[in-house]
């Protein structure tokens, strides 16, 4: 039977009160939301908290909404509100994209976007997401609030800019004019980890790409950001000659590891294929030529 | 610590350690062992009960976390003797052989019907596609979900 280690349990009931709990407690603590990542670590004692504070209460965490020029994301938003959201396929399709395929449908009515950010798993396909996008999170201290760009989140395997003492409160994705993005994924069955999955999104001015971002799930150590094929497509027409080329520098900028899940020269050249489908679908969307 | 817990409309009380997880609360404490611990790792789907309404795995869930919440297991499903639709679609079409994913994918099942009472082959696929069967390759499971929508959709209309 897998139980996790002993551990006190307590519920929070304002993210104030979390936040001082986690301040009280210190890196002994952990907050749990969907449990579907750490509960599994803890299992295995490759996670041991001693204390674990419940946030599924705090429901003030769980929205998603357009103010200004950003779309907001509660950090306890389910991954079924991802899916579902209208206003999110509007602005970003390629979190459908992901969760379509993020686990199963039982698991995504439990695991939550903060929860899948903070755990930070390379496997992971949200860190990917946010990070093609240029998201932001908000992370909040006993001090009060930063903001901290996505390109800065990831630390290391399994570390992120949240902090002892800190809570990841939201999600902000910028809404910019002539985007489109995509996410690929390929994994063995469904529910689970990718072996290689990639993220795109470009943002077209004139018929060139004035921006754009790519990001890899699961052929690193961390999510990998592609800033180098960033550079390459910068100010450059789309074509498929082009987005070979990215998908050329995915294979070579990646690091995969060699597992159950496929040798070190497949994931390569997943991650290069992947990298190409998802910068052509972002760009259909953004010339409107695909839904 | 105590915990007081909505399992089939009747409240459970009990002192537990918090790193009980839900399906070992179920199967101990009101000793409801039609839930089934499976895998232990949220893959497989065998020990699916509903959480206020929607499917979740119980091994992947502490029991403190559902204090205040409503759960409902396979037992809830037949009522006076007479059977869910669900279970009777299982029971129709032959939609079982062992019997050890049964209790999840009839729980998956009741609450995909609650939420789309037509759902299409691929829709039924989709929802089930947490829940791992190693003996009926599937079909006969799709099968009497299409049942029991049909037998739902009939039953409304009277015929």
Redo the contacts between chains.
Sequence with gaps: ?????????E?ATSVEGAIASLQRLGSEARI?AG??SL??MM?LRLANPEH?I?I?DLTELSYIREEGDEVLIGALTRH?DLLKSELLFRHAPLFRDAEKVI?????R??GTIGGSLCQADAAEDLSAVCSAVKAKVVIRGAGGERVVGMDEFHVGPYVTAVGDGELLTEVRIPLRQGGGSAHEKVERR??DWAIAAASAAVWLDAGRIADSGIALSAVGLTTIQLSRAEELLFGKAPSDELYTQAGEIASADCSPSADGRGPIDYKRHLAGVLTKRALLRATARAIHQEV | ?DVSITVNGEQVSREI?????LV?FIRETPGLTGTHWGC????C?AC?VLMDG????SC???A??T?GHEIRTVESLEVDGQLDPVQMGFHETHALQCGFCTPGMLM?ARALLDENPDPTDLEIR??I???ICRCTGYKNIVSAVRWAAEYEAAAKQGV
Excluded: C, W
């Excluded at chain 1, 039977?1 to 349990?9: G, H, K, L, R, V």
């Excluded at chain 1, 686990?103 to 698991?107: G, N």
């Excluded at chain 2, 232990?40 to 893959?43: L, V």
């Design positions: 039977m897998q139980t996790p280690a002993s551990f006190e349990y519920r749990i449990g579907h509960l599994p299992k674990l419940d599924n079924v686990a199963d449908p039982v698991v009515n439990r469904a529910g | 610590m350690e918090p790193r009980q997880l070992h232990d790792t949220s893959n789907g699916v929607a499917p979740v795995k992947t869930i502490l403190a976390m204090e998956t989709t929802a596609s947490g829940a």
